[in-house]
């Protein structure tokens, strides 16, 4: 990996470290704990939208290039990329429930637009095989379908993912 991907991976583990904190969240009375939960909504929840967009946008413009120049990432590179994807999209999801309705509204304006474009590529009668720009519509497609998984569920060792208490928490105050 690069140096900025590095970097990027700190400062975003950093961001849900503090999104996280036991101590900021769950210590003091009842309404330090508001006051703690307000001001990480309010100064790290817009991570996510950022984040996200740029994260797709160049999830998008790397599998067009691929595909435009008939290149492929050999299977070892491909699967430590597929694990580190995963990694940053469990992450940045701890970001989004900071503020689970300005997510899930700012992933709706994400999907619709790529929800058309996918539509008009099926429908078009002539298509034989792939090219560079459905190959990066279908991988802007894969991960916001990831990025949502993800922010509504954590990982666990079975198969069934778990709805994480936040989510609990935000769908019983709604």
């Known amino acids: 990996r690069e140096w900025r991907e590095e970097a990027l991976a700190l400062v975003l583990e950093g961001c849900v470290l503090l999104a996280g904190d036991p101590w ?8 330090s704990r508001r006051v703690a939960q307000t001001a990480l909504a309010s100064t790290l929840a817009p991570l996510y939208g950022a984040f996200l967009s740029c994260r797709v946008k160049m999830a998008r413009l790397e599998e067009y290039y691929l595909t435009a120049n008939e290149a492929e990432l050999d299977e070892v590179r491909e699967e430590i990329s597929a694990v580190d994807l995963e990694e940053e999209m469990a992450s940045v999801a701890c970001l989004g ?6 997510s899930l509204e700012y992933l709706s304006s994400l999907f619709q637009p790529v929800l058309q474009n996918l539509q008009s590529l099926w429908e078009m009668s002539q298509v034989t095989e792939v090219n560079a720009e459905g190959a990066g519509l279908l991988e802007e497609t894969r991960l916001l379908t990831i990025s ?24 019983q105050g709604n």
Do not use: K, Q, W
């Open 24 to 31: 900021l969240l769950y210590a003091g009375s009842e309404e």
């Open 97 to 102: 429930r900071l503020n689970l309705s300005a």
């Open 148 to 171: 949502l998984g993800h922010l509504l569920t954590d990982d666990n060792s079975g198969e069934t993912p778990v709805i994480p208490e936040s989510i609990m928490m935000f769908c």
